[in-house]
């Protein structure tokens, strides 16, 4: 059996969610703007693109005394939906999961945590527009 057999079946297989190129590569730029902003707002960036098998959390950062867990989303048009719809509960719960995960392998369960938005606008011409939104999301109890 060849390599390209096996590749071939499983990308038939829709385990894994299809992201186009574009996309991937607009969200990583937006990550990347995030993080630097929120470098120059006193944020330290701990993790970028953490993955467990719980979920992934795109930012996680130390701010005074907070871990702050954030969720980037990158558009190229401000007149699509607002940023804080566009995380769904079900999103927001995989955060969840993937935070608590975090803090436990950090041996950091009693450090207060927030979840916080970012979002990037990229215009066709210009420089993208940053927005931060601090404390979105309220978890069951961290």
Same mark, same amino acid.
């Given at each position: 059996?060849?390599?390209?057999?096996?590749?071939?079946?499983?990308?038939?297989?829709?385990?894994?969610?299809?992201?186009?190129?574009?996309?991937?590569?607009?969200?990583? +730029?937006? &990550? /990347?703007? !995030?993080?630097?902003? $929120?470098?120059? =707002?006193?944020?330290?960036?701990?993790?970028?693109?953490?993955?467990?098998?719980?979920?992934?959390?795109?930012?996680?950062?130390?701010?005074?005394?907070?871990?702050?867990?954030?969720?980037?989303?990158?558009?190229?048009?401000?007149?699509?939906?607002?940023?804080?719809?566009?995380?769904?509960?079900?999103?927001?719960? +995989?955060? &969840? /999961?993937? !935070?608590?995960?975090? $803090?436990?392998? =950090?041996?950091?369960?009693?450090?207060?945590?927030?979840?916080?938005?970012?979002?990037?606008?990229?215009?066709?011409?210009?420089?993208?527009?940053?927005?931060?939104?601090?404390?979105?999301?309220?978890?069951?109890?961290?």
């Amino acid at each position: 059996m060849s390599f390209a057999f096996i590749r071939k079946r499983l990308s038939n297989l829709n385990w894994l969610p299809r992201r186009s190129s574009w996309n991937f590569l607009l969200g990583d +730029r937006g &990550e /990347r703007v !995030a993080a630097r902003y $929120l470098g120059r =707002q006193g944020h330290r960036i701990i993790a970028r693109n953490y993955r467990c098998m719980a979920g992934e959390i795109d930012l996680i950062c130390s701010h005074r005394d907070f871990i702050v867990f954030v969720e980037v989303k990158t558009r190229t048009n401000i007149e699509t939906e607002d940023p804080q719809e566009a995380v769904r509960a079900g999103q927001w719960a +995989r955060i &969840e /999961r993937a !935070a608590r995960y975090f $803090l436990m392998q =950090q041996s950091a369960e009693d450090r207060p945590c927030r979840f916080d938005l970012v979002s990037v606008v990229w215009p066709s011409r210009g420089s993208p527009v940053v927005e931060h939104f601090e404390d979105v999301f309220q978890p069951r109890r961290l």
